[in-house]
């Protein structure tokens, strides 16, 4: 039985994590023995609590690898994935679409608006949109009321507040912003949820900004 190894699962991984129906996800993780003997274990692979594979692995004492599967759903919609009692996920758009994400970070918390092919928006922003080349735009300078900040750069690491590219598979795109005078709101912490960016809190501390009192 599984609960009588010692071999520990850990870091399951969805290759891509979006695909359309029917396409192959390659799921992955670390194996690793950290017992002083030999040691096998049966991992079963289940989707959506169904089980669509089964295999026995054995490592050496010490010894760790990489253990790859191979699954598929045909349902549009998040599916959960299982290698025993590890879990992941992977989701499944319409064929011929993908999934974008465009959020904004630094200089605060409020909403960015932007242009993407010619219709205006405001982050965070998400959506499951055709395949093919799309053009955005951001304000640079961007006043935020009590001061302006400048676009820096691009969580892909592109340049320029204008800019196009290519929607092929799922896309995350942040903007970084930096305050080039007056101030900005408290720094902002978002959380990936596993399908986007959610906003928890304001980080906001008379230390860490420096005054006194």
Not at 13 to 27: A, D, L, N, R
Not at 86 to 100: A, D, M, N, P, R
Not at 103 to 111: E, H, L, P, Q, V
Not at 130 to 155: H, K, Q, R
Request: hydrophobic share 35%.
């Amino acid at each position: 039985p599984p609960d009588a190894s010692k071999i520990v699962l850990s870091n399951i991984k969805s290759t891509p994590y979006e695909v359309w129906p029917g396409q192959q996800v390659t799921i992955t993780a670390n194996a690793q023995n950290p017992s002083a003997d030999v040691d096998r274990l049966m991992v079963r692979v289940m989707v959506d609590e169904v089980i669509v594979n089964s295999s026995f692995i054995e490592l050496e004492a010490g010894a760790s690898k990489t253990i790859e599967f191979a699954v598929n759903a045909t349902t549009e919609g998040k599916h959960t994935v299982k290698l025993n009692s590890l879990q992941g996920s992977f989701v499944i758009v319409k064929e011929g679409y993908h999934t974008l994400t465009i959020n904004r970070s630094g200089g605060g918390s409020k909403s960015v608006p932007f242009t993407l092919n010619g219709e205006e928006h405001e982050t965070p922003y998400q959506a499951v949109l055709p395949v093919g080349e799309y053009s955005i735009s951001v304000p640079s300078p961007f006043d935020v009321g009590t001061g302006v900040l400048a676009f820096s750069s691009w969580s892909d690491g592109s340049g320029g507040a204008s800019r196009t590219f290519t929607l092929n598979d799922r896309k995350i795109l942040v903007m970084t912003y930096t305050l080039i005078s007056g101030y900005a709101s408290c720094p902002s912490l978002y959380v990936w949820n596993g399908t986007g960016y959610t906003y928890i809190t304001d980080v906001s501390n008379s230390g860490w900004l420096g005054y006194i009192g």
